[in-house]
């Protein structure tokens, strides 16, 4: 069975088929540079403890990440807008397991820059029951050091291709996020995270179900041992 990056990438190539070759070197350009200006270590990762955050989503309610983790782990992911594709094929991809997710006692919630309304739109043309919160000043995305500065070229590029940036941001910035994935348990410590600058490169929803099976697992163990404990 094709895999969620099979998907992106054999849609990645045929978009790129469909660019002109100026724009396509451009954006490969851009790409390589953003790949070499990468710094991971500025990012959060695998064992850090995830910024806490509250954030409206796509119909104006406030969502706070600690009151989420209160219930249960979070699948926390960072996305570009409801403009990019890959972004559109990962959320439809991971509002598949959704179900599965909160059967283990989690939950997803997901970021952009993008105003609520336009994620109200994204939402409702792809069926999303993930929560959409609006960062349209970046600064969680900051915060967990995802953000990144969008070329003057690359811009240009970007609106003849119809993409709506940075206006559809609805704040005067020429940042965007670097597309992300996290798995945060209980106490806030993320327990597995995908960051990576290729707009078509997500983390796959086996993994995310994989990882918090794992939570669920730990979970039932140390309840386990603390029956003994007190049998003993």
Same mark, same amino acid.
């Given at each position: 069975?094709?895999? %969620?990056?099979?998907?992106?990438?054999?849609?990645?190539?045929?978009?790129?088929?469909?660019?002109?070759?100026?724009?396509?070197?451009?954006?490969?350009?851009?790409?390589?540079?953003?790949?070499?200006?990468?710094?991971?270590?500025?990012?959060?990762?695998?064992?850090?403890?995830?910024?806490?955050?509250?954030?409206?989503?796509?119909?104006?309610?406030?969502?706070? %990440?600690?009151?989420?983790?209160?219930?249960?782990?979070?699948?926390?992911?960072?996305?570009?807008?409801?403009?990019?594709?890959?972004?559109? %094929?990962?959320?439809?991809?991971?509002?598949?397991?959704?179900?599965? %997710?909160?059967?283990?006692?989690?939950?997803?919630?997901?970021?952009?820059?993008?105003?609520?309304?336009?994620?109200?739109?994204?939402?409702?043309?792809?069926?999303?029951?993930?929560?959409?919160?609006?960062?349209?000043?970046?600064?969680?995305?900051?915060?967990?050091?995802?953000?990144?500065?969008?070329?003057?070229?690359?811009?240009?590029?970007?609106?003849?291709?119809?993409?709506?940036?940075?206006?559809?941001?609805?704040?005067?910035?020429?940042?965007?996020?670097?597309?992300?994935?996290?798995?945060?348990?209980?106490?806030?410590?993320?327990?597995?995270?995908?960051?990576?600058?290729?707009?078509?490169?997500?983390?796959?929803?086996?993994?995310?179900?994989?990882?918090?099976?794992?939570?669920?697992?730990?979970?039932?163990?140390?309840?386990?041992?603390?029956?003994?404990?007190?049998?003993?």
């Amino acid at each position: 069975m094709e895999n %969620l990056n099979q998907k992106l990438e054999a849609f990645a190539e045929g978009m790129f088929e469909r660019v002109d070759c100026d724009s396509l070197t451009a954006i490969r350009a851009a790409q390589q540079a953003l790949m070499a200006g990468h710094d991971a270590s500025l990012e959060v990762g695998k064992g850090d403890l995830a910024p806490d955050f509250a954030l409206s989503d796509q119909d104006g309610r406030q969502v706070s %990440l600690r009151e989420l983790l209160a219930r249960g782990p979070v699948v926390l992911h960072f996305f570009r807008g409801g403009w990019c594709p890959f972004c559109t %094929l990962t959320l439809r991809a991971m509002n598949c397991i959704d179900g599965k %997710l909160r059967k283990l006692g989690a939950s997803q919630i997901a970021v952009s820059p993008q105003p609520a309304e336009n994620l109200r739109t994204m939402a409702e043309r792809n069926g999303l029951a993930i929560p959409l919160l609006s960062d349209p000043g970046l600064e969680v995305i900051g915060r967990y050091g995802l953000g990144w500065e969008l070329s003057d070229e690359l811009r240009a590029i970007y609106l003849r291709l119809g993409r709506c940036l940075p206006q559809g941001y609805g704040a005067p910035t020429r940042l965007l996020p670097i597309p992300a994935s996290y798995v945060i348990d209980r106490t806030g410590r993320v327990v597995a995270a995908h960051v990576d600058p290729k707009a078509y490169h997500r983390m796959e929803p086996e993994a995310v179900l994989e990882a918090v099976r794992g939570l669920a697992d730990t979970s039932g163990k140390m309840a386990v041992l603390q029956s003994a404990d007190s049998i003993l």
